[in-house]
């Protein structure tokens, strides 16, 4: 079954603990990416990944890394976490050619304490 | 001035109708998509699109490259299709996507 999966799905954790959100894809995509979504400001994008070793920042990229050392996984990685990165996160990955589906992670909610 | 805007915020419709939410955008773009979100979260591509239109089911989506407009309508609106709808930009001098802020649609039976 083609699908992204994200791991933890709930997080609480407590301000600067670092963490890595995990993210996979079995469709052979190029293109990857993570999205925040906050109530009232909607879905933002965090980074982004052409390819492998390829990567590119979205518009709210501050306080956040990310790698992609192999084509199906994109960890999202939060060095010292704040607060204000209490949000639901979403990975994506997006077919290529005239289609361009894009598929989406089930989220991962994070509370920064 | 938001580079996506959405309209309208909220729907609430009666099963049946024929639905209509609209998507404006002001930058160049090289493609539009469609996305719904359950109450559960979870979110679905409906759409990719960069002219004219598709049709998937009861769900047809337009675009006007020229007027940076695209609609997403759903014909014979169900209980069942209460989501919010998404509508997101790809620049067309980047690989970054742009968000509206969703359109809550709720169709009562």
């Known amino acids: 079954e083609a699908q992204v999966t994200q791991n933890p799905r709930y997080l609480i954790t407590v301000t600067g603990k670092k963490l890595t959100v995990t993210c996979s894809q079995n469709?052979?995509?190029?293109?990857m990416s993570w999205y925040r979504q906050d109530p009232g400001l909607g879905l933002r994008q965090i980074y982004y990944?052409?390819?492998?070793?390829?990567?590119d920042k979205g518009d709210v990229p501050e306080g956040y890394k990310v790698s992609r050392k192999e084509k199906r996984n994109f960890p999202l990685i939060l060095e010292s976490p704040s607060p204000n990165q209490t949000s639901l996160y979403f990975c994506?990955?997006?077919?290529?050619?005239?289609?361009?589906?894009?598929?989406f992670g089930p989220g991962t909610r994070l509370t920064v304490l | 001035k938001n580079e996506v805007e959405q309209s309208p915020q909220n729907l609430t419709a009666q099963e049946g109708e024929f639905i209509t939410i609209n998507c404006s955008y002001s930058v160049g773009i090289s493609a539009l998509h469609w996305l719904q979100q359950h109450p559960g979260g979870g979110i679905v591509s409906l759409f990719m699109l960069s002219s004219g239109k598709k049709k998937h089911g009861r769900l047809i989506a337009t675009i006007n490259i020229q007027e940076k407009h695209s609609s997403l309508h759903i014909t014979a609106s169900h209980p069942r299709d209460s989501a919010v709808y998404i509508c997101?930009?790809?620049?067309?001098?980047?690989?970054?996507?742009?968000f509206g802020a969703g359109t809550i649609l709720r169709v009562k039976s």
């Open positions: 994506a990955s997006t077919s290529s050619g005239d289609y361009n589906e894009q598929f």
């Open positions: 469709m052979n995509h190029e293109y």
């Open positions: 990944s052409m390819n492998v070793e390829v990567t």
């Open positions: 997101a930009v790809r620049s067309r001098y980047g690989n970054k996507l742009v």
